[in-house]
Nanobody
């Protein structure tokens, strides 16, 4: 089992920044690929970013490329999502997830464990 706890969400004005954190415990963190997804009201959960178990590869949705950065700290068992130049359309609940398989980084169904989510609200 893996427990994932997100933090760092909040209310920010358009153009501002937030850094989300996801602390992992339980099963070996170092062997998990990690992803961030988001879900806005009335919409499906969508891929935001992912990072390989080694940290050597990162993946981003086109809508956040150049504005968001995913990273991981093995010593702290934590993955981060640095979000800059935030837009109102980034408003959503953000979830982190862990993947222990070779399936696609982009599909929510590929992830084995999920956090409870953290709300990000961007005002215009």
């Amino acid at each position: 089992q893996v427990q994932l706890v997100e933090s760092g969400g909040g209310l920010v004005q358009a153009g501002g920044s937030l850094r989300l954190s996801c602390a992992a415990s339980g099963r070996t963190f170092i062997s998990a690929a990690m992803g961030w997804f988001r879900q806005a009201p009335g919409k499906e959960r969508e891929f935001v970013a992912a990072i390989s178990w080694s940290g050597g590869s990162t993946y981003y949705a086109d809508s956040v490329k150049g504005r968001f950065t995913i990273s991981r700290d093995g010593a702290r068992n934590t993955v981060y999502l640095q979000m800059n130049s935030l837009k109102p359309e980034d408003t959503a609940v953000y979830y982190c997830a862990a993947k222990y398989n070779s399936r696609s980084y982009y599909l929510p169904t590929a992830y084995d464990y999920w956090g409870q989510g953290t709300q990000v609200t961007v005002s215009s």
